[in-house]
Each structure stands twice: as C-alpha cells, then as structure tokens.
Nanobody, 125 residues
Framework: QVQLVESGGGQVQAGGSLRLSCAAS????????MGWFRQAPGKEREWITS????????YYADSVKGRFTISRENAKNTVYLQMNSLKPEDTAVYYC??????????????????WGQGTQVTVSS
C-alpha cells in the first residue's frame, strides 16, 4: 500500500510561484508513475500533469503547459510540481496520485490507485 503526502501549498499573488512536494511511502517508488490533479471549488477534479517512473517522460494539460513542471527524485521518494506564473484560475486543491507504471495514458483519475489528501493553493489577483 502506497501512502502519499502533499505539502507546499499556500497563498500567493498572481504571477508568483509555488513548489508542491509529494512524499511517497510504502511502495517501490521508482516503479510508480505519478500524476498531479487539481479540483477547484464547484468543479470536477482535473488532470494537470504526469511523469513516468523513469522520470524522462512527462505529460501536461494545455492549461499548465509552459508554466508548470513536474519532476521526481526517486532517491527521496518524492515528486514535485513547480508552478510558475500562477493565475487566479489555478486556485484549487492539488492532489498527487500514483500507479504502477504501465501503458496507461496517465491522464485519467481511474488510472491511478493511490491518492494524497490534497494541499490547497490559492492565487489572489
């Protein structure tokens, strides 16, 4: 069983940056693909980015491409989300998720088996 704990959320002004971390335990982290999702108030949870177990292949939703960067440090069992040029519409609870890497697209909620509790990101204008 994999446990995921996000950290690094907070409040920031538009144009600012934040870095989220997701620490994993209970599994062999290097075998897991990781993803970040977010859920804004009144909206469904949406996928924003994923990274393969190797760390060399990443995917981004159009809404964050060029502003957000996903990375991982397998030695520390941690995945990161660097968020730059933040906008008020980025305000949401951010969740990290994990699954054993496979041919899955890594863009859909149902593809991930393990979830963190979420961390709030608030961007003020």
């Amino acid at each position: 069983q994999v446990q995921l704990v996000e950290s690094g959320g907070g409040q920031v002004q538009a144009g600012g940056s934040l870095r989220l971390s997701c620490a994993a335990s209970g599994g062999t982290f290097r075998n897991y693909a990781m993803g970040w999702f977010r859920q804004a108030p009144g909206k469904e949870r949406e996928w924003i980015t994923s990274i393969r177990s190797s760390g060399t292949i990443t995917y981004y939703a159009d809404s964050v491409k060029g502003r957000f960067t996903i990375s991982r440090e397998n030695a520390k069992n941690t995945v990161y989300l660097q968020m730059n040029s933040l906008k008020p519409e980025d305000t949401a609870v951010y969740y990290c998720a994990a699954r054993y890497d496979s041919i899955a697209s890594l863009r859909r909620e149902y593809e991930f088996n393990y979830w963190g509790q979420g961390t709030q990101v608030t961007v003020s204008s």
